[in-house]
């Protein structure tokens, strides 16, 4: 058995099982599934509708009018010496407010509804970042598995060169039963890798509302460089703290609010009425004098609440910044590894298992060394890979802090 022959078998077998999946199964790029979670998620369909009750707040604000005409009436006899008169009045009047209570409003609507587009955002931002961690896990799954396709091919070939070499005499019964103990945990390893990856795309079907078979197509490998400068530039734009700024914005209005009850309401109103056989047309004014109920609880309230809210958002920038820094630190560091893995311990992984390999074949080298030089071999591999994912969900998290990822 020959590393190359091995080689060509395992991605012929990989190619044979990838074709007909992907002609049932819907095939996933990252820029797809991202662009799915936008359009299609649930939560994020379910926070856009949100934005649009929030909506219904501005068309009342907007209303010039915040009360409607009223009509009142009467009606009467009246009777003097040797007369009986039938009397009744009829009065429609309208109140109006001051304008800085529309102004006030319509603030408090805008920001309520920019606080709603703002939530949108930051549920895109958690959604965007389950989604693409799924992706690459799934990613990671396909990746570990064409390894331990590979492992189990070279598994497979030294159970059947300590078979040969058994029935031959050269070794005991118990070399077999070791090699016979390698191929199974291979096999078991394989389907803990397929049993990962069913989870991963499991979370992934529900992210984007799928109800069917999906694949995933891409590699791990691809490590960009990460600037600070420009991660801490975008996290000012986070959807939480623009809900926050909004959310003082709301307040403060609350507070203007509650001040302009401090201004007289006014109305006018015009009346008809008809007495003893007289016509009367009189006009009115009236003014509801604020000396008691002067809007003082919204005003406490509103200031007490914006003083709150930017001290949470003094608060959360600071988190944030501290946030980002972290994860950016965090991603460099599993750059790193990754580099160190690429430098140092990955070139000759192939050649070494090839010489292994040949050595154990013609007798030099015991089954035991095989195996373990194997396994370290293996362990090196996969160590390599689960340094790429963690990298990868590492950017995600970096670029979903600095929210980048939107």
Known sequence: MRIGRCAVAVCAAVCSQVGPASAQSRVLTLAEVLTRAREQAPQIVSARLTVEETRGRLLGATLRLQSNPEIDGGVGTRQATGSRFTDFEIGLSQRFEPPSR??????????????????????????????AAAYYRAIHANQRIRLLDATQELAVGVYSVADRRFRAGDIAVLDVNIARASLARVRAEREAAESAKALALGDLKALLRLDEDV????????????????????????????????????????????????????????????????????????VALPLFSKGQEQSAV???????????????????????????????RRVSAVRVLETEAIPGLDENEALTTRSFEVGQLGLPELLLIRREIADTRFQYLDALLEAALARIDLDASAAILR
């Open 302 to 332: 509103g200031a007490a609440r914006a003083a709150r809210l930017r001290a949470e958002l003094d608060a959360a920038r600071t988190r944030v910044r501290l946030e980002v820094r972290s994860a950016f630190e965090a991603y460099t």
């Open 102 to 131: 529309r102004s006030a409003r319509i603030a408090g609507a805008n920001a309520a509804i920019a606080q709603s587009s703002a939530n949108v955002d930051e549920i895109t931002r958690v959604v965007l970042r389950s989604a």
């Open 215 to 286: 694949a995933v197509e891409g590699e791990l490998g691809r490590l960009p460089e990460a600037d600070l400068t420009a991660a801490f530039d975008a996290a000012l734009q986070r959807p939480e703290l623009r809900a926050l700024e909004a959310a003082v914005q709301e307040a403060e209005a609350q507070a203007r609010l509650g001040g302009a009850y401090a201004k007289p309401d006014f109305g006018f109103g015009v009346r008809y009425s008809r007495e003893e056989g007289d016509q009367i047309v009189l006009g009115g004014m009236t």
